[in-house]
């Protein structure tokens, strides 16, 4: 008699224990899972420890009531169980006891599950790199018809999905159903999923190209703070894609991505301090940008670094700096770095002069379609010949060259 009634009374208090957080029911919960081995009360007794609700959170604790509910069958267990192995919380970090724990509460149709296990298959984590399966589970938890609300996973699964549709990885390549699950998912506010359907209405893969949809999705995942979505979004504004050209809203923009490190961001906000667009020209701001995206190893920004070092704009003037930042630049194939590093070379600036070295760059540059390093082989090879009928070394006529930058945007 004294069961019945004890469970009758925890029935009618469960309700909102969790929402509201009334620690008479951590009392109920701890007698009915420890005197009657009740599978749903281990299972809150869980939920309150991981959360700190009604007593010191304690992933351990937690751990050890949902493994009780779990090999009782608590399909919610099961999955927070795998959850806790997968991130290493009060247990010892093991992506195969994850593994088995999400696949028990997949196979009983838990959304996140079936999620998580997908990712597990898709990164080979605690089982065999598999995309087809990885896409199976994804696809259980996309497709499945949901009366009301979709439960929480199922965001994740359709944009899971989508990226394996559009990499054609376990599927077919298919923009088309990249796109679709995309387009669901960016539905259910998955931030992701709104950067990846802006980046297909760009480009216009799998849907007629738009930008204004780009900017529109675009927007959506700027504001759940997406650094890339920031970032692309300020490109749209830089070149009045899809919406109105406004150099300060690209600034702002690109400064809400740069502040979380993105290198592109970096770059371009450098270019339009140099030029003075959407801000005041400021070459010092300029070198500070892209200082910052030159040692992320930004090429262009390696380029315009250099130049800035070269005509001292912002800095100090550096023949040696800016000699090494156009080495780097140049090395990773950047035209006009080269040519300038050759010309470096031809004059003998903050480098040995060395003709061999020069010609080697301007090669490198005319090759890209740099016309002024074609002038100045010619004049090298003019001086090799004249040099070789004279049997001394005569210097090569050469004009000081105007500046020439590589500073345009990504």
């Known amino acids: ?86 991130r290493g919380l009060g247990v010892s970090q093991d992506f195969q006891q994850a593994a088995k724990w999400y696949q028990l509460a997949a196979k009983q149709g838990i959304a996140l599950a079936q999620s998580s296990l997908g990712l597990l298959y898709e990164k080979g984590l605690g089982v065999p790199q598999d995309y087809r399966l990885a896409a199976q589970w994804f696809k259980q938890a996309a497709d499945k018809w949901y009366p009301l609300v979709a439960p929480e996973g199922v965001a994740e699964a359709k944009f899971n999905l989508g990226v394996l549709y559009e990499k054609g990885l376990g599927v077919d390549q298919d923009y088309v159903e990249s796109a679709k699950y995309y387009q669901q998912a960016a539905e259910q506010s998955f931030a992701l999923a709104q950067l990846n359907l802006g980046a297909l209405y760009e480009k216009g893969l799998g849907v007629f190209q738009d930008y204004g949809e780009a900017a529109k999705w675009y927007k959506l995942a700027a504001a759940h703070s ?112 080269q040519f300038r590093l050759g010309f470096m070379y031809e004059k003998g600036y903050a480098v040995s002069q060395d003709y061999a070295e020069a010609i080697k760059w301007f090669r490198l540059a005319a090759a890209q379609g740099v016309s002024i390093a074609l002038a100045h082989l010619r004049g090298l090879y003019k001086y090799e010949q004249l040099s070789n009928k004279q049997g001394t070394q005569v210097a090569p006529q050469r004009n000081v060259l105007p500046n020439h930058k590589a500073n345009g945007t990504e």
Do not use: C
Request: proline share 2%.
């Open 1 to 86: 008699m004294f069961n019945g009634l004890l469970i009758i009374l925890i029935t009618i208090v469960s309700g909102n224990a969790l929402a509201e957080g009334n620690p008479e029911n951590y009392y109920f919960y701890r007698l009915e899972a420890e005197k009657l081995g009740s599978s749903r009360a281990q299972y809150y007794l869980g939920d309150l420890y991981e959360k700190g609700l009604d007593v010191p959170q304690d992933y351990k604790e937690a751990a050890k009531w949902y493994l009780l509910a779990a090999v009782q069958g608590v399909a919610h267990a099961q999955y927070r169980l795998g959850r806790f192995y997968e």
């Open 226 to 337: 997406v650094a890339i979505a920031q970032f692309n979004l300020g490109v749209l504004y830089e070149k009045g894609l899809g919406v109105t050209q406004d150099y300060k809203e690209a600034v702002n923009q690109f400064q809400l991505a740069a502040a979380q490190g993105v290198p592109q961001a970096q770059l371009n906000l450098g270019v339009l301090n140099e030029k003075g667009q959407g801000v005041p020209q400021n070459y010092m701001e300029a070198a500070k940008w892209y200082r910052l995206a030159a040692v992320q190893g930004i090429a262009l920004a390696q380029a315009n670094l250099g130049n800035l070092y070269e005509n001292g704009l912002g800095v100090s003037q550096d023949y040696k700096e800016a000699a090494k930042w156009y080495r780097a630049a140049a090395e990773q194939g950047v035209a006009l770095a």
